[in-house]
């Protein structure tokens, strides 16, 4: 193997400078006895790769690498394990939930719902809001949240739990109370008071109603979130995430990076994605534009695209919301749910999104769509396909998120027009919630084809995936296994849940480094493990490229690299 470099001969030249004069980089570090998985069809296995600065400046042997060794060069002996680029999460939500919550993840049954609802409300006597997220519908008897089961637990405090997908949220009786919410109260735009069959409202609040109870709920101060956002990120950093991709943001959330940076503290790379946010007052009247961008709006995210140009903190991406979820039958679908009826809400008409993604378009950005029912991704696709013929652009690379229930006769579109699919491995996870709510809803000929991430790639569209966290981990390799398998941690269902969507661990892979670069127009600095990319890598336990899938739940991250310095190491790394 020839080691590649950074240095190029036509720039030396080009600068006055000989090629025999030149002094090569000065190498801080260099990893031999690895087996690195590149990401790069030119060279996609190494032993050796060698750092300078926050730049990798050669991959290849081990020899080649130490003949570039300075006196003070660090020379890391990784024992033959497998390195592979640093994990990019395309879409997730940081800040995060504020550390004070009950996690209620994974709690699948009323008894340990409630049980981990008593533990934390007898530890926090103080707390005047009981607060969590995380629980599922297979949580309740029938599939069917209610505030009584709240009450029996705690009925002198206020209480409101979040559901996973935080789309939807259960408050107790008392928090019902305090937000004036009755039988008599009407449903808000673009959302839903769940009642019973008598009209009696039953706690759950799905999608804009939970805003009645949530403007009640006191916001944590500044300091408090900023000491979440720092535990998270560095939680982050110890699952081998190098990059995240922000599906939200708001000034807080600027707030937060920027102090961060300037602390030195950003162990990850962040890009933003400014909200789309909808009009105040409701539906609009005919065609008119939902989301009248002001020039001052425009003005403010321009501002922010070319004051942040990385490489820790970038912007250029808008996002929006053309539907909900499954599970609270909220996604827009063309046939009805199976069982429940009902086709969902398109939270747009599609005059109004064509406009509005055409207006983001022409001004250069990105636009990402969350998209999860067969309909709203057909949407999307047209507002996409508008935007183009009407603007005469190209190579936008607008995303479609989650795009878990598309039409098979829509998915030749995304190659040909260019639209990412950005989709979430966790949310194959065969648990509970997935096979006895989300699949039933849908009936097999949709389930069939839901959230299979082998439809894009055999499209020929670009696939990135991302965690959607904190409504899933956003582990990587927890995701990397889902994705393989299409199984539980427990390796239920055996040989996976609709199996024929399973990819392999190199396409995963792919889609967590390579394509999650190309989906934030990042792929000429990382991605893959090449010289004059940047320094991002990980390096893990075992060899998740050939062991047993079962296996790749018990690998662990032993060290992270961002830009060249470690932003994770394990206590055990040699
Ligand atoms: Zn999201």
């Known amino acids: 193997m020839t080691i590649m470099r950074t240095l190029c001969a036509a720039a030396l030249l080009t600068a006055g400078v000989s090629l025999t004069a030149a002094a090569p980089p000065h190498v801080d570090r260099i990893f031999v006895n690895a087996r690195i998985w590149t990401g790069d069809e030119a060279r996609p296995e190494a032993e050796a790769l060698a750092i300078s600065g926050d730049r990798i400046v050669a991959v290849g042997s081990a020899a080649e690498a130490k003949a570039l060794a300075a006196a003070d060069t660090v020379v890391v002996d990784l024992g033959g394990r497998r390195v592979v680029p640093g994990f990019n999460d395309a879409h997730l939500h940081f800040p995060g939930p504020p550390v004070n919550e009950i996690d209620l993840a994974g709690a699948d049954s009323l008894a340990e719902l409630q049980g981990r609802l008593r533990d934390y409300a007898k530890a926090h006597p103080a707390a005047t809001w009981v607060l ?58 673009n959302g839903r008071i769940v009642r019973d069959p008598g009209g009696e409202p039953t706690g759950e609040l799905q999608e804009a109603a939970q805003d009645l109870v949530g403007r009640h709920i006191p916001s944590s101060t500044f300091d408090e979130t900023y000491a979440a956002f720092r535990q998270h990120i560095d939680e982050a950093a110890s699952y081998g995430l190098t990059s995240v991709q922000n599906a939200s943001w708001s000034p807080t959330d600027q707030r937060l990076a920027e102090r961060a940076l300037a602390e030195g503290a950003l162990t990850l790379r962040f890009r933003f994605a400014v909200p789309i946010l909808p009009k105040e007052g409701g539906a609009p009247e005919g065609h008119v534009l939902k989301t009248p961008l002001t020039p001052a709006d425009l003005a ?108 098979l006769a829509d998915l030749p579109r995304f190659g040909r027009l260019g639209v990412l699919a950005v989709t979430q491995p966790m949310f194959a996870n065969p648990d509970a919630t997935t096979l006895g709510n989300f699949a039933v809803l849908l009936g097999p000929a949709r389930a069939a084809h839901a959230d299979s991430f082998t439809l894009f790639d055999d499209a020929g569209a670009v696939q990135a995936f991302g965690s959607d966290w904190p ?14 398998t299409r199984m539980t941690p427990e390796g239920t269902p055996a040989g996976g849940w609709y199996p024929l969507g399973r990819v392999s661990v190199e396409a995963a892979l792919r889609h967590y480094t390579r394509d999650a670069a190309y989906a934030s127009f990042d792929e000429a600095i990382k991605g893959t493990l090449s010289p004059g990319k940047l320094a991002d890598l990980v390096v893990l336990s075992d060899d998740i490229l050939g062991v047993p899938p079962a296996r790749i739940l018990k690998t662990r991250v032993l060290l992270t690299v961002m830009g060249g310095k470690d932003t994770y190491r394990a206590d055990d790394l040699r």
Request: charged residues 25%.
């Open 471 to 484: 409504v899933f981990t956003n582990e990587p390799l927890k995701a990397i296994y889902c994705a393989v």
């Open 132 to 189: 969590g997220r995380g629980w599922g519908y297979s949580a309740f008897p029938g599939g069917k949240p209610d505030k009584k089961y709240l009450d029996e637990v705690v009925s002198d405090r206020l209480v409101y739990l979040s559901e996973r997908d935080g789309h939807m949220g259960l408050a107790n009786s008392r928090a019902l109370a305090i937000a004036g919410i009755t039988r008599a109260t009407p449903d808000p735009p």
């Open 300 to 407: 403010n995210y321009r501002e922010l695209r070319d004051t942040f140009r990385g490489p820790l903190l970038t912007y250029g991406a808008i996002k929006g919301f053309v539907d909900g979820t499954v599970d609270a039958r909220t996604a827009a679908m063309f046939e009805p749910y199976v069982g429940a009826g009902g086709t969902g809400i398109p939270f747009w008409d599609q005059a109004d999104l064509n406009a509005t993604v055409a207006l983001y378009d022409r001004e250069g950005f990105q636009v990402l769509l969350h998209a999860v029912g067969d309909k709203a991704i057909h949407m999307a696709l047209d507002a996409y396909e508008y935007a183009a013929k009407t603007n005469g652009t190209s190579g936008r690379r607008h995303r479609i998120e989650h795009v878990e229930v598309p039409a």
